[in-house]
């Protein structure tokens, strides 16, 4: 065969692949702040957080979709996007470009350069057109973009909260569909947590007194609780305290600094600041936990009212950022207080870091003691005595008034009102010879004070006489109560009982001796017991006869052998209240029949005393 081939032959051959592009992804990151003793989370009122978005470009064109930024960043509500601070660089071995971006931006810098995003809302977009990746590598290519945004200082934002922020990549894919990515961070708020305390001792005074006041103003320490920046205390005491002085005053808790050089007086207010002259401005703050302790003094004024309450609140206050604007870049652009500022404890709008306490000193009663407890018989006097005990201050309408129960008698003796001190004094007259019989007696003093350096007395004292009326009886209690009135609330009282006593004679009559069996002319003995069985009440006056009958009259003498027994002479002749009854004090006498009666003396008998005469007729 010649290899020559005169026919033409024809083939074919085909195969397939599919090639993908890479999508647009975005990462979004929290990189720092402006303040660093937060450590970015959580962060504080007035702090500004810097954001990372990371866009991943794939070579090749990302077409935007039209009035859709390609990046939009959403913050969280309450925070506010920092004017200047975005900036953008790209990382590509040749060039990345965005069609709407200016001239300064194109191709993208690989240095961070300032980029200005469009503003609505919470979006903050960055509308870069239509972007080209002009490497050709293996190598991935990324746009990458910081700002900052400002925690706002609004009632929105408070320690504790949970802030997210969204950022949303949009573009077109090939068939013209939009395509997203989303990421986002999340961080906490923080805030000092001021609480304080005060305490007055003592809590009950009488003018002239030292009170001493504690204030202990506290970053108590809780979930997410943070430093507090300048912290104050003031307290304004009222014109009630004088003289007031500061003890001492220190950081503690955590630190240990002296601080009393920083706490001072003007007047009567107090002003607790470390920032003039006791701390630096990067030292003046309060640590979770730490806190200020102020100790100081105040006398009461002499001529507090009686029952007076003195109140007086001590405010602390701290900052959420150190300094008036934080310490940048950037910082808190507003003035303390206000929504673009930091957080303050100035009590208006959001502005609650601060803590109070009151203390509370009431100005000492007058008390009112009385004694004169007795046990009486009828008719029988006693002296009542109420001491006043006044404290140091003033009152008025100084009023005691003594209330005298049924039974119980003033006698009409000169009263006695005695004053322990020339400093006490008073304006009214009350009267020391109101008359007998006078009920209630009514002392009234008028506007009364006391203007010595301790609680001074009034002592009243009177003769009261247990009346001989039918309402008296053995046993009763007569209680006389005083009470005082004046312009205060209180109206102290004090009670003396008198206890009537009464005797209670009980007489036995025995025949001992010829009881059965006697003829006329016989002798007939007889016994007689006389006792006074009360256990308080001796029996005055005794009269005791024994008068025989005409039966028993037969001879001369009518009454003989009679005997007397007087256990210790306590039965005593009434004559002069002191000699003891004897035998011989007996005396017959007619009542009826000749000498038909054995008299006895008037005589006093004490209570459980008894005496016996024995006598043969």
């Given at each position: 065969?010649?290899?020559?081939?005169?026919?033409?032959?024809?083939?074919?051959?085909?195969?397939?692949?599919?090639?993908?592009?890479?999508?647009?992804?975005?990462?979004?990151?929290?990189?720092?702040?402006?303040?660093?003793?937060?450590?970015?989370?959580?962060v504080a009122?007035?702090?500004?957080?810097?954001?990372?978005?990371?866009?991943?470009?794939p070579?090749?064109?990302?077409?935007?979709?039209?009035?859709?930024?390609?990046?939009?960043?959403?913050?969280?509500?309450?925070?506010?996007?920092?004017?200047?601070?975005?900036?953008?660089?790209?990382?590509?071995?040749?060039?990345?470009?965005?069609?709407?971006?200016?001239?300064?931006?194109?191709p993208?810098?690989t240095?961070?350069?300032?980029?200005?995003p469009?503003?609505?809302?919470?979006?903050?977009?960055?509308?870069?057109?239509?972007?080209?990746?002009?490497?050709?590598?293996?190598?991935?290519?990324?746009l990458?973009?910081?700002f900052q945004?400002?925690?706002?200082?609004?009632?929105?934002?408070?320690?504790?909260?949970?802030?997210?922020?969204?950022?949303?990549?949009?573009?077109?894919?090939d068939?013209?569909?939009?395509v997203?990515?989303?990421?986002?961070?999340?961080?906490?708020?923080?805030e000092?947590?001021?609480?304080l305390?005060?305490?007055?001792?003592?809590?009950?005074?009488?003018?002239?007194d030292t009170?001493?006041?504690t204030?202990?103003?506290?970053?108590?320490?809780?979930?997410?609780?943070?430093?507090g920046w300048?912290?104050v205390?003031?307290?304004?005491?009222?014109?009630r305290?004088?003289?007031p002085?500061?003890?001492?005053?220190?950081?503690g808790?955590?630190?240990?600094?002296?601080?009393?050089?920083?706490?001072?007086?003007?007047?009567?207010?107090?002003?607790?600041?470390?920032?003039?002259?006791?701390?630096?401005?990067g030292?003046?703050?309060?640590?979770?936990?730490?806190?200020i302790?102020?100790?100081?003094?105040?006398?009461?004024?002499?001529?507090?009212?009686?029952?007076?309450?003195?109140?007086?609140?001590?405010?602390?206050?701290l900052?959420?950022?150190?300094?008036?604007?934080?310490?940048?870049?950037?910082s808190?652009?507003?003035?303390?207080?206000a929504?673009?500022?930091?957080r303050?404890?100035?009590?208006?709008?959001?502005?609650?870091?601060s803590?109070?306490?009151?203390?509370?000193?009431?100005?000492?009663?007058?008390?009112?003691?009385?004694?004169?407890?007795?046990?009486?018989?009828?008719?029988?006097?006693?002296?009542m005595?109420?001491?006043?005990?006044?404290?140091?201050?003033?009152?008025?309408?100084?009023?005691?008034?003594?209330?005298?129960?049924?039974?119980?008698r003033?006698?009409?003796?000169?009263?006695?009102?005695?004053?322990?001190?020339?400093n006490?004094?008073?304006?009214?007259s009350?009267?020391?010879?109101?008359?007998?019989?006078?009920?209630?007696?009514v002392f009234?003093?008028?506007n009364?004070?006391?203007?010595?350096?301790?609680?001074?007395?009034?002592?009243?004292?009177?003769?009261?006489?247990?009346?001989?009326?039918?309402?008296?009886?053995?046993?009763?209690?007569?209680?006389?109560?005083?009470?005082?009135?004046?312009?205060?609330?209180?109206?102290p009282?004090?009670?003396?009982t008198?206890?009537v006593?009464?005797?209670?004679?009980?007489?036995v009559?025995?025949?001992?001796?010829?009881?059965?069996?006697?003829?006329?002319g016989?002798?007939?003995?007889?016994?007689?017991?006389?006792?006074?069985?009360?256990?308080?009440?001796?029996?005055?006056?005794?009269?005791?006869?024994?008068?025989?009958?005409?039966?028993?009259?037969?001879?001369?003498?009518?009454f003989?052998?009679?005997t007397?027994a007087?256990?210790?002479?306590?039965?005593?002749?009434?004559?002069?209240?002191?000699?003891p009854?004897?035998?011989?004090?007996?005396?017959?006498?007619?009542?009826?029949?000749?000498?038909?009666?054995?008299?006895?003396?008037?005589?006093?008998?004490?209570?459980?005393?008894?005496?016996?005469?024995?006598?043969?007729?």
């Amino acid at each position: 065969q010649d290899g020559s081939v005169t026919d033409e032959s024809t083939t074919s051959d085909s195969a397939s692949d599919s090639v993908s592009t890479r999508a647009v992804t975005v990462d979004k990151a929290i990189t720092g702040s402006s303040e660093s003793f937060t450590g970015n989370n959580p962060v504080a009122i007035g702090e500004a957080v810097t954001y990372r978005l990371t866009v991943t470009v794939p070579e090749g064109r990302t077409l935007a979709s039209a009035g859709t930024p390609i990046v939009v960043d959403t913050l969280p509500n309450d925070f506010v996007y920092v004017p200047g601070s975005a900036l953008i660089r790209a990382v590509a071995d040749t060039t990345i470009t965005g069609a709407n971006l200016p001239g300064g931006l194109t191709p993208i810098p690989t240095v961070d350069t300032a980029i200005t995003p469009n503003l609505s809302g919470q979006d903050v977009a960055f509308d870069l057109g239509t972007l080209t990746n002009n490497d050709n590598d293996g190598n991935g290519e990324e746009l990458v973009i910081t700002f900052q945004a400002l925690v706002r200082n609004t009632s929105a934002n408070q320690r504790n909260n949970t802030k997210n922020n969204v950022v949303t990549v949009t573009y077109l894919n090939d068939d013209g569909g939009t395509v997203n990515d989303t990421d986002n961070a999340s961080l906490r708020l923080g805030e000092p947590n001021p609480t304080l305390t005060k305490t007055a001792l003592p809590a009950t005074v009488q003018g002239g007194d030292t009170v001493t006041f504690t204030v202990v103003f506290t970053n108590t320490n809780a979930t997410r609780v943070i430093r507090g920046w300048e912290p104050v205390i003031t307290d304004t005491l009222p014109a009630r305290y004088l003289t007031p002085a500061v003890t001492s005053a220190a950081i503690g808790g955590g630190r240990t600094i002296d601080i009393t050089a920083c706490a001072t007086f003007a007047g009567n207010t107090l002003t607790v600041d470390p920032s003039t002259g006791c701390l630096a401005a990067g030292d003046n703050y309060l640590d979770p936990v730490e806190n200020i302790t102020v100790v100081y003094t105040a006398v009461v004024d002499p001529a507090i009212n009686f029952e007076e309450t003195v109140d007086n609140t001590a405010t602390g206050t701290l900052t959420s950022l150190p300094g008036t604007n934080g310490s940048g870049p950037p910082s808190a652009p507003g003035v303390p207080g206000a929504a673009d500022g930091e957080r303050t404890g100035s009590g208006v709008g959001a502005n609650d870091l601060s803590g109070s306490d009151t203390a509370t000193v009431t100005a000492n009663q007058p008390t009112v003691t009385k004694t004169g407890d007795a046990s009486l018989q009828i008719n029988d006097t006693t002296t009542m005595t109420v001491e006043i005990s006044v404290p140091v201050g003033t009152t008025s309408s100084f009023v005691l008034t003594d209330n005298l129960p049924t039974g119980l008698r003033y006698t009409g003796t000169a009263i006695s009102i005695v004053s322990s001190s020339a400093n006490l004094t008073w304006t009214g007259s009350p009267s020391t010879t109101p008359g007998a019989g006078t009920d209630p007696l009514v002392f009234d003093f008028a506007n009364v004070s006391n203007a010595s350096a301790t609680a001074e007395t009034t002592t009243i004292t009177y003769e009261v006489e247990v009346e001989n009326i039918l309402g008296n009886q053995n046993s009763d209690t007569l209680t006389n109560t005083a009470t005082l009135t004046y312009s205060g609330a209180a109206t102290p009282s004090d009670s003396a009982t008198v206890t009537v006593v009464e005797p209670n004679l009980n007489l036995v009559k025995t025949i001992t001796a010829g009881a059965s069996g006697s003829d006329a002319g016989d002798t007939i003995s007889y016994q007689l017991v006389v006792q006074n069985t009360s256990g308080t009440g001796t029996a005055f006056r005794v009269s005791l006869d024994d008068i025989l009958p005409s039966d028993l009259l037969g001879g001369a003498p009518t009454f003989d052998n009679v005997t007397l027994a007087n256990p210790g002479g306590a039965v005593v002749l009434n004559a002069d209240g002191v000699t003891p009854l004897a035998v011989g004090d007996a005396t017959i006498t007619t009542t009826t029949n000749t000498d038909d009666t054995l008299a006895w003396p008037l005589v006093d008998m004490p209570p459980n005393r008894l005496h016996t005469l024995v006598m043969v007729e």
